[in-house]
């Protein structure tokens, strides 16, 4: 099946830097998200793009939506200890359901 | 926005045991899905579950293996059957409250180790 590679597939970063990640797919989607999964938790949505090109930021986060409609990126502003977690991204196709990247596991330090 | 809860959080079985899963939200929703997530594994859906219908299972998945119960609006289960190691995985249950993936919620996760 359908399959998004993220990368990198963990970072460790020191607060108050910049993080950077993306998702690249083989086939085109329509709809690209990104959400984030903290221990002992189910994923929460953190941004969702609808419109190539589309550029959304929410809070110290901003994603785009690829042109070519197989890629997307996330990036995370200042990161702050409470960033700890899994980054996601997820895309939707013609078909009604997701498909998840591989996941960026992100470690903070002081 | 929904709020869901999964029982049991965590379980661990002996292979060749069943172990079903309850998933129950705070309001009704149409649209439920059950998702597993391997180890250290990205998610994957297992099925789709709407009440009033047979549930829809994706490719590698099957009824026998995974059945699924919708008995009404706000509550589901997936029993995971005859288990073996490789079903250890945190199986999570999710709706769609709106019909578009913004109004798409996840469960906390079951976490199932099978010895």
């Known amino acids: 099946g359908q399959q998004l590679n993220q990368s990198p597939q963990s970072m460790f970063i020191q607060e108050g830097e910049d993080v950077s990640m993306n998702c690249t797919s083989s086939?085109?989607?329509?709809?690209w998200l990104w959400y984030k999964q903290e221990p002992g938790e189910g994923p929460v949505l953190l941004i969702a793009?609808?419109?190539?090109?589309e550029l959304t930021s929410n809070g110290r986060l901003t994603a785009q939506f690829g042109i070519t409609r197989k890629d997307s990126f996330l990036n995370i502003s200042a990161s702050i200890p409470s960033d700890v977690g899994i980054y996601f991204c997820a895309g939707s196709g013609t078909a009604s359901k997701l498909t998840f990247g591989t996941g960026t596991r992100l470690q903070v330090t002081l | 926005s929904a709020v869901i809860s999964q029982k049991p959080s965590r379980d661990i079985c002996q292979r060749g045991t069943s172990l079903t899963i309850q998933c129950q939200v705070d309001s009704q929703v149409t649209m439920m899905f059950w998702y597993r997530q391997q180890p250290g594994q990205s998610l994957t859906l297992i099925a789709t579950?709407?009440?009033?219908?047979?549930?829809?299972?994706e490719s590698g998945f099957v009824i026998d293996k995974f059945p699924i119960s919708r008995p009404n609006l706000t509550f589901s289960t997936l029993t995971v059957s005859n288990m073996s190691p490789e079903d250890s995985s945190i199986y999570l249950c999710?709706?769609?409250?709106?019909?578009?993936?913004?109004?798409?919620?996840f469960g906390p996760g079951t976490r199932l180790l099978v010895l």
């Open positions: 579950a709407n009440q009033g219908s047979e549930a829809t299972y």
């Open positions: 086939s085109i989607f329509n709809t």
């Open positions: 793009l609808y419109k190539a090109g």
């Open positions: 999710s709706v769609n409250t709106g019909g578009g993936w913004e109004t798409q919620y």
